[in-house]
């Protein structure tokens, strides 16, 4: 009995809370369920664009690891600014500026200075942004002190104060021992790398070049061969067009003459011969091992003979038997 009656109350109960509601949602009802809808319709956006921007970042990476070039970096960081792949399109960016002004800069001083301010640019922008991520400011901060040295007119108080900022901020990094190096006495010396006089006067000389690429010279072309000066010149102390020899270089022995062969001819006796017969050759007899040439003049008797092998005489044959 006390089960039907708590069931016959919650029936009056929730009878009549119908009732009281009915004209409630008479009221309200529809905009009730058009709230409804907009939640529903506000749901499904989120879930739409929470997909495409997953997309739109895979993407992004995907491009970033497929970029080859400075250009391409610079691309990637412009399509997708405001997001991380930005950022790491820009370090990487300029850090290929940096890369190749600093080889530029002893070839073609001015191509240098554009890479080297492109970088610096660069570096700045990503040391301003307070959204970039500490792994990138790092080395944002490295590039920079780099780009601070190099620039330098010996003058390097601005590269040590970013080398020692980089060591203080990130006391963990795997740049500080670079940074370190230059800045700090290393292995028993008195006074750091960048303060060495050897260093600024160095970085005072460097920035003062100019070299252009016609500068340089291709090996093999308009080099100047040992004992020779520059540009086919003669060297110093040679002897005149026509001369005989070549100051400098050691006389080459005469060869010796062969047997059975006649000396060579001089032009003065070349000369002299033209019109008159040919004199019979003379020919040297040849020398024995061990032994001097005889002497002009003595005669042939006391030349020393050649041993001639002995022979046997042939025995004769047997005469053939008479039969009787």
Known sequence: MKSEHRHDLQTNDLGKLMVQAEPFVEKYGTKILGGIGALLVLLIVLIIWNSQKTSAQSEAWTRLAAAGSTE????????YAGTPVANWALIHAAESHLQSGIRSSFTDRSAGDRELKDAKEQFQKLLDSSSTPP???????????????TTSNGDLKTATELYQKLINEFPESVFRQLAEQRVKPVDGEKVAALDEEGTKEF???FHEQNPKPGDRQRPGFNMPMPGMAPQGAAPQGSAPAGGAGTPGLPELPALPSLPGLPEPLTSEEGKASE???????????????????PEAGKAPAEQPKAEQPKTEAPKPEPAPEKKP
Do not use: S
């Open 275 to 293: 019109g008159t017969p040919a004199a019979p050759e003379k020919t040297e007899a040849p020398k024995t091992e061990g032994k001097p040439a």
């Open 203 to 205: 970085y005072k000389w």
């Open 135 to 149: 792994e990138i400011r790092e080395r944002a901060l490295f590039g920079m002190a780099r780009v601070e040295e």
């Open 72 to 79: 391409d970096f610079e691309n990637v960081a412009e399509d």
